[in-house]
């Protein structure tokens, strides 16, 4: 495990240090960081992304009370197991396809998701929501710029779509540090779905995100007060 160390007071920070920990702090106190699914409310909004309705439960053998990966795993093959049966006579169903990348997205297993959702995708590629879904699981797997063209690409077919422009800021902002990219796509959401449920969220995020506007990557901050 690697040494903490304490920063001296005169140590001088970039401004994209600086800038870097107050989104971290501002997203945990917030919103966790979390993005929505492409077709969940977002005062439904769960660590993962996914509604906490179908989180599994703490098993044995668990590590402080939450599943190991291979218990998850375990648990999304055992769900998805007699759509992967029905699949075998409809392999090029995008419903069925969805469904199982859906519980794998659900268990964390966000290659075998992305690898079911771009199947969806093949038979129906304008289903903006399963995009959008897919899109999470790229970012899930520290992969923002392929987030962002998906997002992108689910917004030539419902340009309006909330999660995903909700989604495609939090990318923007926490993966690119684009924060007027991030702001314009969250000014977006809220002038096309003005009784958008986490109204209130996005107009926190916006505002805090515009107290940065003025940073630029690399350049020297204010040595920390003494």
């Known amino acids: 495990m690697p040494e903490n ?15 870097t920990l107050a989104v971290v702090c501002l997203l945990l106190g917030m919103a966790g960081g ?16 996914k ?29 998805a197991a007699p759509l992967i049966e029905k699949l075998k006579s409809d392999p090029n169903n995008p419903d069925l396809l969805a469904s199982i990348g859906n519980f794998y997205y659900d268990a964390q297993q966000y290659p075998i998701a992305v690898d079911y959702y771009g199947r969806a995708l093949k038979a129906k590629p304008s289903d903006a929501s399963v995009r959008t879904d897919m899109g999470t ?32 800021g939090l990318v923007k902002w926490q993966g690119k540090m684009d924060i007027n990219g991030a702001v314009a796509d969250w000014e977006k959401l809220l002038a096309t779905n003005p009784n958008y449920e986490g ?28």
């Open 5 to 19: 160390k304490n920063i001296s007071s005169n140590t001088q920070w970039t401004s994209v240090q600086a800038y």
């Open 34 to 49: 979390w993005l929505i699914r492409g077709s969940q409310s977002p005062v439904a909004a769960a660590p993962g992304g």
């Open 137 to 168: 699981a790229y970012w899930y797997l520290g992969n923002a710029d392929t987030a962002i063209a998906e997002f992108n690409k689910a917004l030539t077919y419902e340009p309006n779509k909330p999660n995903t422009l909700f989604n495609l």
């Open 199 to 226: 109204k209130d969220k996005v107009q926190q995020m916006i505002a805090e995100a515009k107290k940065h506007a003025g940073v630029k990557p690399g350049t020297p901050a204010k040595p920390l007060p003494q």
């Open 51 to 79: 509604a906490s309705a179908s989180a599994p439960t703490a098993m044995g053998g668990a590590t402080n009370g939450q599943p190991s990966p291979e218990q998850l795993k375990q648990m999304a093959d055992t769900q």
